[in-house]
């Protein structure tokens, strides 16, 4: 804690000596008056107890507006809802199925849409789409006008590969392109570094049509410290959607995106409709973490120094019928 006039301490203390001194005087002469007038101390033990309590009261109160006087202030840890959270896409052909209305991907950005909006500047929000490829449409950024026009340009097509997809999340969190070792070489992963404040939040119907592995992508994102949320779009029971004139079945893999997400420490959420899609979202884990902000504390020494006032008139009136 600091002062803005330290000299106030000084002021405060010796003012605060002074009415000590002062009453501690007014009570040794007023005790020996009663000693000279024959009463009792042990008789009036209770009373001259009480008595003691309302300036006392009144004398922190007085010291603390002096020292509020002072303006004191101080650096706290405010916790608030604060990172990277990047929002990734599957805009394969699969996620055009309408086993959740209007389709899987059109719930998935109305979802997106309504959670980007609600989000504090705190937080960074970046859009990745991915099919058989990545992209990363919208850097992480507070821009939030800039994340939502890049939500409502994703249209689906082609396969899938949920590594790619975690691979380019990863690459907007790190600022740097991330890729896993060729399999055929004895070679580690790339060390990223640690991003604890970041979250990727996967939407897909879990199908994997192929590309870098996705096991070995998630084990990435978990040596880095991120953590994956994996929502399943679509239903168990799955539908079929027309490419290129042939008829494909597509059902919802909820192994695989739960095998994703226990991982990272992450957690799998199932939404077969449009309206527990939105639910999800709402209840996303996202870090909590402590901000150092810098407060003056001088109405709080205020209101204490008030509450303290009051208090001592009230047991004054109550106890003697007057104050002073």
């Known amino acids: 804690m600091s002062f803005m ?3 106030m301490i000084v002021v405060a203390a010796v003012v605060c000596a002074g009415l000590v001194g002062g009453y501690y005087w007014l009570q040794r002469e007023r005790t020996r008056a009663l000693a000279a ?3 009792d101390g ?3 033990s209770w009373a001259e107890a009480r008595r003691h309590v309302p300036p006392v009261l009144f004398i922190v109160a007085l010291t603390l507006l002096l020292l509020a006087a002072g303006r004191p202030q101080a650096t706290v840890a405010v916790p608030r809802i604060a ?4 929002l990734t896409f599957d805009v394969s052909n699969s996620m055009t199925a309408q086993d959740v209305a209007p389709s899987r991907l059109g719930a998935a950005k109305a979802a997106a849409l309504d959670w980007a909006e609600a989000q504090p500047d705190t937080v960074d929000i970046g859009v990745v789409a991915f099919g058989q490829g990545a992209l990363t449409t919208h850097l992480p950024t507070e ?4 994340a939502i026009a890049a939500i409502k340009r994703l249209n689906g097509s082609g396969g899938t590969s949920l590594g790619q997809g975690i691979l380019m999340s990863l690459s907007a969190i790190v600022g740097k392109q991330v890729s896993l070792p060729d399999p055929s ?3 580690p992963p790339p060390d990223l570094g640690y991003f604890g404040g970041a979250t990727i939040v996967l939407l897909s119907d879990g199908e994997d049509t192929g590309g870098p592995d996705v096991m070995a992508a998630a084990e990435l994102a978990a040596a880095a410290g991120v953590h994956i949320e994996t929502i399943g779009v679509g239903t168990v029971a799955g ?6 004139d042939y008829q494909l079945a597509t059902s919802l893999n909820e192994d695989l995106l739960s095998q994703i997400a226990a991982t990272t420490n992450g957690t799998y959420h199932r939404a077969e409709d449009a309206n527990a899609l939105g639910g999800i979202y709402k209840s996303l884990d996202l870090r909590i973490t402590s901000q150092p902000e ?12 008030l509450a303290l006032l009051m208090i001592g008139g009230i047991l004054m009136i109550i106890w003697y019928g007057r104050i002073l």
């Not at 990172?83 to 990047?86: I, K, R, Y």
């Not at 539908?239 to 290129?244: L, Y």
Request: charged letters at 25%; zero cysteines.
């Open 239 to 244: 539908t079929t959607i027309e490419v290129d």
């Open 143 to 146: 821009d939030r006008q800039g």
């Open 294 to 305: 810098f407060l003056e504390l001088t109405a709080v020494a205020v209101g204490i120094a």
């Open 5 to 7: 006039y330290p000299v």
């Open 83 to 86: 990172g990277t959270v990047v």
């Open 37 to 39: 007038a024959g009463v």
């Open 42 to 44: 042990a008789k009036r």
């Open 185 to 187: 070489e004895d070679a």
